[in-house]
């Protein structure tokens, strides 16, 4: 898959998904869709389904903060292939691209450089200068240009009280803040995942009997609530069961955060490799013992409640 930065990079013509999708959840599914289904659908001339969205981020750009995304780039990038995208499209956000209103936006972007034969967006698509254009907006200045403008219905589920809720990110983020794991997965489709490599920590866990893989993420990964997991990991195409901490391991003095995980029934050497490890249940949160003893009789009932599946 094809990730363009630069104007020269991108591959034309194209039909595009505009948003950030950070999560690629099944709300943003369900606005992909359009592209995808009549990608399948053609014959000839070759258009290629894209996603675009910008870097840095709209909100980092005008607060000059990082966010934490779901998906960094190289997951965004994993998401979107599995699903038939075949380019990511980052469009540099500047000043120059924040003053272009609407019908600027969609002439000089979208038909000039991305020669867009169809959009798709969610309904609350807002765009251009102090996001004046709407979704409304855009299928109209886009039919100006023979170009169809897919206007996508939020995508809802039920939440824990069986209300309707909208799908979106900040819900999804606040959903693992909040240790539910279940809600957060149904909302994105799929677990919620984290890949990174394994790195040398301080092998305080094979001194108690429970050696562990201590996982490098990208900076800007979102990390759910602090405590224990039960998880998958994914070593060489094999699914194995563990129990994974995040946190700052009080009862031996830790001090930075970190991601560790212990695979059950497993033995060998992962330092170096890159692994993947999917969220199912959040068993405890983060406390401090009162001694190494009583720490290591914690965790051996937390591995013993993933074995049994609770």
């Not at 505009?18 to 690629?24: E, H, P, S, T, V």
């Not at 903060?65 to 038939?84: C, F, I």
């Not at 195409?237 to 003095?253: E, F, L, S």
Request: hydrophobic content about 40%; overall charge positive; aromatic content about 6%.
């Amino acid at each position: 898959m094809l990730v363009a930065s630069s104007i020269e990079q991108i591959r034309t013509p194209t039909a595009i998904a505009l948003g950030n999708f950070d999560g690629i959840h099944r709300g943003h599914q369900s606005v992909l869709q359009p592209i995808i289904d009549s990608f399948q659908s053609l014959q000839q001339p070759h258009v290629y389904p894209s996603v675009v969205s910008f870097t840095p981020h709209p909100r980092e750009f005008f607060t000059g903060g990082k966010l934490q995304l779901l998906t960094p780039v190289a997951e965004k990038v994993e998401q979107l292939s599995s699903l038939g995208i075949e380019q990511l499209i980052l469009l540099q956000f500047n000043r120059d691209l924040a003053s272009l209103s609407p019908q600027q936006f969609v002439e000089q972007i979208l038909v000039r450089q991305l020669q867009a034969s169809q959009i798709t967006v969610g309904s609350d698509f807002r765009f251009g200068y102090q996001r004046k254009g709407t979704g409304k907006d855009l299928k109209n200045i886009a039919s100006g240009f023979g170009i169809t403008v897919h206007l996508n219905s939020l995508h809802k589920c039920q939440d824990r009280n069986n209300q309707a809720v909208r799908v979106s990110s900040s819900l999804i983020r606040q959903a693992l803040l909040d240790g539910e794991i279940t809600a957060a997965n149904t909302m994105l489709g799929r677990p919620y995942s984290l890949t990174g490599k394994v790195v040398t920590g301080q092998q305080l866990g094979r001194t108690i009997g429970f050696p562990t893989a201590n996982l490098e993420l990208p900076p800007d990964k979102f990390l759910p609530r602090y405590g224990v997991y039960s998880v998958d990991v994914l070593v060489s195409q094999t699914v194995v069961k563990g129990v994974m901490n995040i946190g700052c391991r009080p009862t031996v003095a830790g001090e930075a955060p970190t991601i560790e995980v212990h695979l059950l029934n497993w033995s060998g050497d992962l330092y170096g490799q890159t692994i993947k490890v999917n969220l199912l249940k959040f068993l405890r949160p983060e406390q401090k013992f009162s001694s190494v003893e009583a720490l290591k009789q914690q965790i051996a009932k937390d591995c013993q409640a993933v074995l049994n599946n609770l």
